[in-house]
């Protein structure tokens, strides 16, 4: 069993930044894909960013690339989603998830889930 837990969400205003933390524990870390999901009130749950373990290859949405970017430290056990020019359509509740199999951009493919942390972009 593998826990995630998210910190350093918050409200920032637009164009600022805010750095998102992952902590996993319960297994090892450094086999497994990760990636950055977020659900907007009324809306389906997206994916935002993701890195492959097997070779580091890294994606983003569309609608973050240029402004997120992805990191891991493997040694801490902890994935990064730092967020700049951040928009007020980037307010949302943001997850962190882990794919012991599959590297994808789809929810249904992750094995496990953070509880959430909100972000809110006020303009």
């Known amino acids: 069993q593998v826990q995630l837990v998210e910190s350093g969400g918050g409200s920032v205003q637009t164009g600022g930044s805010l750095r998102l933390s992952c902590g996993a524990s319960g297994r090892t870390f450094s086999d497994m894909h990760m990636a950055w999901f977020r659900q907007a009130p009324g809306k389906e749950r997206e994916f935002v960013a993701g890195?492959?373990?097997?070779?580091?290859?890294?994606s983003y949405a569309d609608s973050v690339r240029g402004r997120f970017t992805i990191s891991r430290d493997n040694a801490k056990n902890t994935v990064y989603l730092q967020m700049d020019s951040l928009k007020p359509e980037d307010t949302a509740v943001y997850y962190c998830a882990a794919a012991t199999i599959y590297y994808s951009t789809t929810p249904r493919l992750y094995d496990y889930w953070g509880q959430g942390t909100q972000v809110t972009v006020s303009s």
């Open positions: 890195r492959r373990w097997t070779d580091g290859y890294t």
